[in-house]
């Protein structure tokens, strides 16, 4: 198989999550952790990890966490970046600006932003290939549940704190509402505050690309 055929596997979805440096990063590797774990309880084959050419040790600069779902065996397991993502949360909105979180999106990709703002006004900014997405969606996260600060998983190591502990459960409760890549049930048997993952979920605000002029 070519590299340029790695990502052609039937039925695999690619997860991104944007977050800023370490201060961030812990909820970006919360969030691709719940919705993954969620989706291996039903069954599929999945992988998760961080990007580490983005440095995550530096402070506020855009980094990622990566996950990959399918329901065959992933082929591209040693391919670690995410080149042609199917879903892209950002753990905040100014990420929105000036970072390219759109590169490389699939047809029918869904954009989740954790925002106090609307998906109308999430849109004004987005630039590159907006023509693909298939929605939008903005859940105010941080105002269901403060990020955690720990240094417990750093580099690898045991995380102390848990998963989904802070605002990343929220948002990976609106990226499963917005996609239905897993089921609710499946997420708050992996994450550490139901609660706020539920109304992560209850909460988001889902508004379709062609409504926001967006999708071509």
């Not at 397991?77 to 950002?90: G, H, R, S």
């Not at 105002?143 to 929220?170: H, M, N, W, Y």
Request: glycine share 10%; no cysteine.
């Amino acid at each position: 198989m070519t590299s340029s055929k790695l990502f052609e596997e039937p039925g695999l979805k690619q997860i991104t999550v944007w977050a800023r440096g370490v201060y961030e990063n812990k909820e970006a590797r919360d969030v691709v952790v719940a919705v993954t774990e969620a989706a291996a309880l039903e069954g599929k084959f999945v992988q998760a990890w961080e990007n580490y050419v983005d440095l995550p040790d530096r402070i506020f600069v855009p980094v990622r966490a990566y996950g990959k779902i399918s329901d065959q065996p992933i082929e591209s397991k040693y391919v670690y970046e995410n080149e042609t993502p199917d879903i892209v949360a950002l753990t905040e909105e100014t990420l929105v600006k000036g970072v390219p979180i759109l590169g490389g999106i699939r047809p029918g990709a869904v954009l989740v932003v954790n925002t106090k703002r609307s998906p109308q006004e999430i849109s004004k900014f987005l630039i590159g290939d907006t023509n693909k997405l298939k929605a939008v969606v903005t859940v105010d996260a941080s105002g269901i549940k403060q990020g955690v600060i720990t240094l417990s998983g750093a580099e690898g190591a045991t995380d102390a704190s848990g998963i989904g502990g802070g605002f990343s459960g929220p948002l990976a409760g609106a990226v499963v509402k917005a996609t239905g890549i897993v089921s609710l049930e499946s997420l708050l048997q992996i994450v550490k505050d139901k609660a706020a993952a539920r109304a992560g979920y209850d909460q988001a605000r889902v508004a379709d690309a062609k409504s926001l002029g967006l999708a071509g």
